[in-house]
């Protein structure tokens, strides 16, 4: 019989970390995070990590295990977490991997195309184009080097503009001609849960969390990062907005509103992604109950 891993996935501030944590609890078992933000160990406050007495109550793999300073990409992800499942499934007949990335939850329940290793000077000559030109060339770029993707992917998401640069450059081909789209088999089965919860509900706990973070210190957190604001991993809703306010370009009030509408405007894109895979079911963040007894009828028959 195989194991299950039970994918909790869902918006931002939607609640699926303390709904996680209460799930692990009850099959005592650990949680594996599929939350890119949550990888790295200088930014914590604005990524809603889990507490410290939370991660003592239930063991965390992948939060703070990778440095800003360090590359790291989907496909690492992929090999690295296959690897841990794996090796924790000999101890435990359920797992959990809760995130909001649908990138690397995708990695998880399909794989990813295999790339050859990219020379770092390409990375790094994209970075220097996107801060210097903008992200206007970037996209340009893509447009003349592979039309196919360019009108496929989320043309605001710089990182995943970059990587399929980076394949063209060094390839000399086309991004979308290595993605064969081929899933790959896997040693567990997956039951996919998608915690979402009324619009309203949901953008009023989005903004309730971001004046949370900024009561927490994560103005102060930010300022800790602003000389390594050029990193890929700090391009992101939370630090962008206040390196802007840092530098600036926009008064505090400005920059947390920006926060809290940026942070909006990623949920609804998380849950078009979720709701285009056509395979999770949907709970509300309160349902922990309910999803139990769910989980408990699908567990008998896998």
């Given at each position: 019989m195989k194991k299950n891993l039970i994918i909790i996935a869902g918006p931002t501030a939607v609640g699926k970390t303390a709904l996680s944590i209460e799930l692990a609890k009850f099959y005592n078992c650990p949680i594996i995070s599929a939350d890119s933000r949550q990888f790295y160990k200088e930014m914590s406050i604005g990524t809603a990590k889990p507490t410290k007495e939370e991660m003592q109550d239930v063991p965390h793999y992948f939060i703070d295990n990778i440095s800003?300073?360090?590359t790291y990409n989907v496909g690492q992800f992929?090999?690295?977490a296959i690897e841990c499942i794996?090796?924790?499934f000999k101890e435990h007949e359920q797992l959990i991997l809760v995130g909001?990335?649908?990138?690397y939850i995708n990695a998880i329940l399909n794989g990813v195309d295999e790339f050859e290793e990219i020379p770092s000077h390409i990375r790094e000559q994209l970075i220097k184009d996107y801060e210097?030109?903008?992200l206007t060339y970037l996209q340009e770029e893509l447009k003349q080097k592979d039309e196919v993707y360019y009108n496929q992917v989320d043309l605001n998401n710089p990182q995943r503009i970059m990587r399929a640069l980076e394949v063209c450059i060094h390839t000399q081909k086309p991004y979308s001609s290595f993605r064969t789209k081929e899933k790959k088999q896997r040693s567990f089965d997956t039951i996919n849960i998608l915690?979402?919860?009324d619009r309203e509900v949901l953008y009023n706990r989005i903004n309730k969390r971001v004046d949370m973070m900024m009561q927490n210190g994560l103005l102060e957190e930010v300022k800790s990062l602003y000389p390594h604001k050029h990193l890929n991993a700090l391009n992101t809703v939370g630090y962008k907005e206040l390196f802007d306010f840092i530098e600036n370009k926009c008064s505090l009030e400005e920059?947390?509103?920006l926060i809290k509408q940026n942070s909006r405007r990623y949920a609804k894109r998380q849950l078009t992604w979720f709701n285009h895979q056509g395979d999770f079911e949907t709970f509300e963040p309160t349902d922990l109950e309910k999803l139990k007894a769910y989980l408990d009828i699908v567990t008998q028959f896998s």
């Amino acid at each position: 019989m195989k194991k299950n891993l039970i994918i909790i996935a869902g918006p931002t501030a939607v609640g699926k970390t303390a709904l996680s944590i209460e799930l692990a609890k009850f099959y005592n078992c650990p949680i594996i995070s599929a939350d890119s933000r949550q990888f790295y160990k200088e930014m914590s406050i604005g990524t809603a990590k889990p507490t410290k007495e939370e991660m003592q109550d239930v063991p965390h793999y992948f939060i703070d295990n990778i440095s800003i300073h360090d590359t790291y990409n989907v496909g690492q992800f992929e090999r690295e977490a296959i690897e841990c499942i794996d090796t924790l499934f000999k101890e435990h007949e359920q797992l959990i991997l809760v995130g909001g990335s649908g990138l690397y939850i995708n990695a998880i329940l399909n794989g990813v195309d295999e790339f050859e290793e990219i020379p770092s000077h390409i990375r790094e000559q994209l970075i220097k184009d996107y801060e210097e030109k903008g992200l206007t060339y970037l996209q340009e770029e893509l447009k003349q080097k592979d039309e196919v993707y360019y009108n496929q992917v989320d043309l605001n998401n710089p990182q995943r503009i970059m990587r399929a640069l980076e394949v063209c450059i060094h390839t000399q081909k086309p991004y979308s001609s290595f993605r064969t789209k081929e899933k790959k088999q896997r040693s567990f089965d997956t039951i996919n849960i998608l915690i979402n919860t009324d619009r309203e509900v949901l953008y009023n706990r989005i903004n309730k969390r971001v004046d949370m973070m900024m009561q927490n210190g994560l103005l102060e957190e930010v300022k800790s990062l602003y000389p390594h604001k050029h990193l890929n991993a700090l391009n992101t809703v939370g630090y962008k907005e206040l390196f802007d306010f840092i530098e600036n370009k926009c008064s505090l009030e400005e920059a947390v509103n920006l926060i809290k509408q940026n942070s909006r405007r990623y949920a609804k894109r998380q849950l078009t992604w979720f709701n285009h895979q056509g395979d999770f079911e949907t709970f509300e963040p309160t349902d922990l109950e309910k999803l139990k007894a769910y989980l408990d009828i699908v567990t008998q028959f896998s």
